[in-house]
């Protein structure tokens, strides 16, 4: 069923081919592959950093070898914790849970499954590619800097991100942050444009949009959310700088007094920045999950060998949910200061917005009923992703009403809230969607048997995490604490800590599992047929992995839509898309 | 060209297809799914269940006016939350387990059912929007309301990684204040202008009592004026069920009413630097003349 | 398909260097040298001594309130250490050569200088380095601590030291009178830190008497400091082999407004 297409003007280089690439692949392994590096960073430093919330008072010597600054004495100091706190949201938030997903799987597989030759702008894609890992190194450097990375968290409130006497790392290491962020806007800008606009003019004969997969589907409601909001964030990042460097006091209202020393300037709102991080911030949590959310209702499908239930359902929810997540910013500062009123409209809307998701919980379930499960990796992983997407999505519920959140604003509560919903189950898409894609993006498939180990392994793993999390909130435990011991209150709690550091290590020691079953695969998987799956999507219908230019000379005609398994009166049980 | 359904295959040596064989069975990896699912989802609301009987491990003891209300609201939300989770993950387990691919058979083709759609998404909609409305009565109560006229005025004051508590003495007026004046080296009781720049020339601030304890009495209103000296803090006591943050630049008021005496912690749960984690204070809740006494004991002399 | 395997290798060792890149080496403050040659003594040098005596009153002791912090708490009722007086006579003033001194290098003694943290205070909580040398920060504290200085010319650090951490070990580069060191976590904790090029300057003992020994002879301008009462100077002169007195004193009125009043400029140009 393949075809041996001619491959025109197929750069022959290696670094015209695999380094400067503009083919919409290439550049989608190469977020792939940024993502794996960052999730990997990302994850050794939740390590460390429960290591310090298990046993504070413990002395690492081996440590203080590998970061001297980090472990003075053997003992992690609060600021390295909390630098560790910050690079590990920025890391997994920015360049994992927004790559992988959007620009990592979106690149590769948006244009082949729409039927288009490649994105609108190849060269522009490139350049997105090349700013993100810019973004990323800049990021990174912070880490090496005098002072160290920003202590400031992941949102990055003034005063404590505009001065930059409030501690160590506020100084370099805080413009650097920025710095990376703005960048990473950029980029993300970028990529947005090139998604709207392929997906809007670059579909082949056919490809209504009504017949596009849900992937594309989500892929394109994430574009036109990152146009919107990455912008509002990169007008904040740059206000900051100019308040940090400049002189101007867009956060700074005056009057302020640090470690004795006034600092001048006034006129400015630290309120304004919250406003501006959550109108970007929470939308940035539906960019994450979205093309998650895609990719499950996809894999679900394929394996159940049965369409998806409400297929213009599921797009609807999709686009509600994107729009809802524009008119809910406020429900992250009930506590912030905020007009108690107004917070009174965003506890409402975000309770609301709760409605999209369960139809798109029902629709999974509805898409099972009645199937008949092949329970490969990546479907089991897609199931994993709606029992986590359930799991971290009804304590939403909680945190969504006003008088609730004051007691579990800024509490281990909302930790593990988000850890599970826009953490876990986001990374769950990625493992789904890595499983599934697998075979067509590297021609080999990845092993079976270790691939459900590693899914039972983090499935388990990552409740045993993130539930205990909950509990320590009830309890009242805020959050970025780099030492909870010096409270009464808590005390109760620390063998709450130790077994969720024990659960964290055994969970990122799974992860070997799946980063042997990869690279092994990479080289020594079973060659893969064109179409392993039994799907019925355009990726399945080029040759194994595709071509430079996907389709070569034969432009596809779709004549379906993208789930009809189990046709009845069909001759097999999935009919293609291109099938007559 | 096309792999046998179900991608079954192993390709790894014998041995170790022997240890994991049986994950890779249809039938049994339904049932294990099944049973994985409902595990976990069990195994979390016994998790839950059994935090309660755990002292230290559930919501810290209540004693303010407002807590009842909020403790109820809730109660309720997590009853149903936990309902929720529960029924969804049992019907994800169900699913898994009844429909579970045999042989050549096919699934039954169905593309959605508009009508248990829109049931769906209305029975939520009333549950989660019903959810939204009930909870905003404790918020009205805290928050859209003033404190009464007699309420005991204290001036809340943050700054990296400390508390100070200021009382406006016999004459009810607090003392103006300015940042130029700051010393933060003299913390000793009645230092003018001392760490928060009680203006010495200003007569209102004379008899103004300045404390790292926040003293109260019990059953009387408490209207506190949140303030922040360099970034945002967050005062937080667990046991008044209250949190709000001390923004720089603003005066936030907050109010409630402490009912029983003793003696809670107040911490810092908006991130404020190195030592966040260590910016503790004390809440004492007294019998009203125990309060009074405490007042005018540390009364700057005259 | 062997590329793109390579591509993987790539992004693999690209995040085996980096992690490797980890353990950055720690940076040294190394002294600005002047111009000239390094100063040695001849043994014609002379010495300055003096009393520093105080008039008027002298404020009365104020009891620190530490509740915030329980360590600090339980040590009982300590007392604000930022004016010592004793029969007329004023403890903790820095004095030193501010100029005079011929142009020459000076050795930067290997000895190094204790500021320990000790009943939640700075011990001392005056006292002088050279550019240079070692100065050790030790925490004999059952609290953490952080120690942040704010100069204006060296580098501006800030630094946490848990209860029980084995010692911090820092040098400045410039030369700075005086420099507050502070610690967030005990607002009252304050310290200041005189570095110098040179190695002539001396803090007044509880009877107010100082020295400053082996001087070259020479005209010099002294400089004494009070973190209360200000700055005052002197013309000496230093004859070869010979003690040159010079007496300061300070009044009680004269203090000025309290308060470490410093505003940071709006932006530095370069």
Redesign the interface.
């Given at each position: 069923?393949t075809e041996q297409v001619h491959i025109a003007h197929a750069p022959t280089s290696f670094i015209r081919k695999y380094i400067f690439s503009t083919d919409h692949k290439v550049i989608g392994l190469q977020y792939f592959f940024l993502a794996l590096v960052a999730a990997l960073t990302g994850m050794v430093m939740s390590l460390l950093i429960r290591l310090r919330l298990a046993w504070p008072t413990e002395q690492w010597p081996l440590l203080e070898q590998i970061f001297p600054e980090g472990f003075k004495g053997g003992l992690m100091?609060?600021?390295f914790y909390?630098a560790l706190v910050t690079m590990h949201g920025t890391m997994m938030v920015f360049m994992v849970l927004t790559t992988a997903p959007q620009s990592g799987f979106g690149n590769y597989f948006l244009p082949i499954q729409i039927g288009a030759r490649d994105m609108a702008f190849p060269v522009l894609n490139a350049l997105s590619f090349w700013i993100t890992l810019l973004s990323f190194l800049v990021l990174t450097a912070s880490l090496f800097v005098a002072g160290g990375s920003s202590?400031?968290?992941w949102t990055f409130?003034?005063?404590?991100s505009a001065?930059p006497s409030?501690?160590?790392g506020q100084g370099l290491g805080a413009d650097l942050w920025i710095i990376s962020i703005a960048l990473f806007c950029i980029a993300s800008l970028l990529g947005a444009l090139n998604f709207l606009t392929t997906t809007l003019n670059m579909r082949a004969q056919g490809m209504s949009l009504m017949r596009m997969p849900l992937t594309c589907w989500g892929w394109f409601t994430t574009a036109m959310i990152a146009l919107l909001a990455f912008p509002v964030l990169l007008a904040g990042g740059i206000l900051l700088l100019l308040d940090r460097n400049l002189g101007t006091s867009f956060f700074?209202?005056?009057?302020?007094?640090?470690?004795?020393t006034?600092i001048p300037g006034g006129g400015?709102?630290?309120?304004l920045w919250q406003h501006l991080f959550w109108f970007f911030g929470h939308p940035e949590v539906y960019i994450a999950i979205l093309p998650g959310m895609g990719a499950t209702s996809h894999i679900l499908s394929n394996f159940?060998?049965?369409?998806?239930?409400?297929?213009?359902?599921m797009v609807v929810a999709m686009f509600a949910i994107g729009l809802l997540g524009f008119f809910v910013w406020g429900h992250h500062m009930f506590?912030?200061?905020m007009n108690?009123?107004v917070?009174?409209a965003f506890?409402?809307l975000?309770?609301?917005i709760?409605?999209p998701s369960?139809?798109k919980?029902?629709?999974w379930?509805?898409t099972?009923?009645?199937?008949?499960?092949?329970?490969?990796s990546p479907m089991?992983f897609a199931?994993g992703f709606?029992?986590l997407f359930?799991?971290g999505g009804?304590?939403g519920?909680?945190l969504?009403?006003?008088?609730?959140d004051?007691?579990f604003?800024?509490?281990h509560f909302v930790t593990g809230h988000f850890h599970l919903i826009m953490g876990v189950a986001a990374i769950f898409g990625i493992f789904a969607a890595t499983y599934y894609w697998f075979p067509k993006m590297f021609g080999r498939?990845m092993?079976?048997?270790?691939g459900?180990?590693h899914f039972?392994l983090t499935?388990?793993g990552v409740?045993a995490i993130f539930?205990?999390f909950?509990?320590l909130g009830?309890?009242?435990h805020?959050?970025?604490?780099?030492?909870?011991t010096?409270?009464?209150?808590?005390?109760?709690?620390d063998p709450?800590h130790v077994f969720i550091t024990v659960a964290a290590f055994a969970t990122a020691a799974a992860q070997i599992v799946f980063l042997f079953n990869f690279f092994w695969s990479l080289w020594k998987?079973?060659q893969a047929?064109?179409?392993?799956?039994?799907a019925t999507t355009l990726e399945w219908t080029i040759a194994t992995p595709p071509p430079h230019d996907n389709f070569g000379a034969h432009e596809p005609i779709v004549q379906h839509g993208p789930y009809e398994?189990?046709?009845?009166g069909a001759a097999k049980?999935y009919t293609m898309q291109t099938e007559p | 060209?096309?792999?046998k359904?179900?991608?079954?295959?192993?390709?790894?040596s014998f041995a170790?297809?022997l240890l994991?064989?049986p994950?890779?069975c249809?039938w049994f990896?339904?049932r294990l799914?099944a049973f994985?699912?409902w595990l976990?989802?069990l195994?979390?609301l016994a998790?839950?269940a059994v935090?309660q009987t755990?002292?230290?491990?559930?919501?810290?003891e209540a004693i303010s006016t407002h807590s009842g209300a909020?403790d109820g609201?809730?109660k309720l939300?997590?009853t149903?939350?936990g309902i929720?989770?529960l029924l969804?993950?049992l019907?994800?387990g169900y699913?898994?387990w009844r429909?579970?691919?045999?042989g050549?058979?096919?699934?039954?083709?169905?593309?959605?059912?508009?009508k248990?759609?829109i049931i769906?998404?209305a029975v939520?909609?009333v549950v989660?929007?019903g959810?939204?409305?009930t909870?905003?009565?404790?918020?009205?109560g805290?928050?859209?309301n003033q404190a009464p006229a007699e309420a005991v005025q204290v001036e809340v004051n943050a700054?990296?990684?400390?508390?100070y508590f200021r009382y406006p003495g016999a004459d009810g007026r607090f003392g103006s204040t300015s940042?130029?004046?700051?010393?933060?080296?003299?913390?000793?009781?009645g230092?003018r202008?001392g760490?928060l720049g009680i203006d010495a020339k200003d007569p209102a601030g004379k008899d103004d009592v300045v404390?790292?304890?926040l003293v109260i009495p019990a059953g009387r209103p408490i209207n506190l004026t949140l303030r922040a000296?360099?970034?945002?803090h967050?005062f937080?006591v667990?046991?008044l069920?209250?949190?709000?943050?001390a923004?720089?630049?603003?005066k936030?008021n907050l109010h409630f009413t402490a009912n029983k005496e003793g003696r809670y912690?107040i911490?810092?749960?908006?991130?404020?630097?190195?030592?966040?984690?260590?910016m503790?204070?004390?809440l004492e809740v007294k019998a009203p003349a125990d309060y009074e006494k405490w007042l005018q004991d540390r009364a700057p002399k005259q | 398909m062997f590329s793109v395997r390579m591509l993987a290798l790539i992004f693999l060792t690209a995040a085996l260097a980096l992690s490797l890149s980890c353990g950055g080496k720690k940076e040294e403050a190394t002294p600005s040298s002047n111009a000239g040659p390094v100063w040695k003594p001849t043994g014609d040098e002379g010495n300055i001594t003096g009393v520093i005596s105080f008039t008027g009153t002298a404020p009365a002791p104020?009891?620190?309130?530490?509740?915030?912090?329980a360590a600090c708490a339980k040590l009982g009722d300590q007392f604000?250490d930022?004016v010592l007086v004793k029969d007329g006579k004023l403890q903790n003033v820095f004095v030193y050569v501010k100029s005079g001194l011929p142009q020459a290098n000076f050795e930067t003694p290997s000895t190094e200088v204790t500021l320990d943290q000790k009943g939640c205070k700075y011990v001392p909580r005056i006292l002088g380095v050279q550019t240079g040398q070692a100065l050790k920060i030790t925490n004999s504290d059952d609290t953490?601590h952080?120690i942040h200085p704010t100069p204006k010319l060296n580098r501006e650090w800030?630094e946490?030291q848990l209860k029980g951490q084995g010692p911090i070990v820092k040098k400045f580069a410039k030369q700075e009178t005086l420099i507050p060191v502070?610690c967030?976590?005990?607002?009252?904790m304050?310290a200041y830190v005189g570095v110098l090029s040179h190695p002539f300057y001396a803090l007044s003992a509880a009877d107010g008497a100082f020295s400053i020994k082996g001087l070259p002879p020479g005209e010099y301008e002294l400089e004494a400091w009070h973190e209360k009462y200000g700055a005052k100077t002197l013309k000496v002169k230093v004859d070869a082999k010979a003690d040159a007195k010079a007496d300061f004193s300070y009044d009680g009125a004269s203090a000025y407004?309290?308060?470490?009043?410093k505003v940071q400029p709006a932006l530095v140009l370069p």
């Open positions: 069923m100091q609060p600021e909390l202590l400031g968290g409130y003034p005063t404590l001065i409030t501690g160590p700074n209202p005056g009057g302020l007094s640090v470690s004795g006034l400015g709102s630290p309120l159940a060998r049965k369409p998806v239930f409400g297929y213009r359902a506590i912030s200061g108690p009123r917070a009174i506890s409402v975000t309770l609301v709760g409605v369960a139809i919980t029902f629709n379930l509805g099972l009923w009645g199937a008949r499960i092949r329970f490969t089991l199931i709606v029992s359930v799991a009804v304590t519920l909680v969504g009403q006003t008088a609730l004051v007691v604003h800024d509490t498939m092993n079976e048997p270790l459900k180990l039972w499935f388990i409740y539930v205990p909950h509990i009830i309890a009242g805020p959050r970025r604490y780099a030492d909870s010096g409270y009464e209150f808590l005390r109760a709690l709450l998987g079973k047929s064109d179409n392993p799956w039994e398994y189990a046709v009845p049980d | 060209m096309l792999t359904r179900g991608q079954t295959g192993s390709d790894i170790s297809s994991i064989l994950l890779a249809g990896m339904g799914l994985g699912i976990v989802a195994g979390t998790f839950f935090s755990r002292s230290g491990w559930w919501f810290p909020l609201q809730m939300t997590l149903i939350v929720a989770f969804a993950q019907a994800l699913v898994v429909f579970r691919a045999r050549a058979e096919r699934a039954h083709y169905s593309e959605g059912n508009t248990v759609e769906c998404a939520t909609a989660f929007i959810l939204a409305i909870g905003q009565r404790v918020w009205i805290l928050h859209l700054q990296q990684f400390l508390w940042p130029k004046l700051y010393n933060e080296a003299d913390t000793s009781s230092a202008p760490p404390s790292q304890l000296k360099d970034v945002t967050d937080y667990p046991a069920r209250l949190k709000q943050d923004v720089p630049g603003l936030i912690e911490a810092c749960a908006e991130l404020c630097g190195q030592l966040h984690h260590q503790r204070a004390y | 104020r009891k620190m309130e530490m509740e915030n912090d604000l930022d953490n952080n800030n946490s502070k967030n976590m005990h607002s009252w304050l407004v309290p308060g470490s009043l």
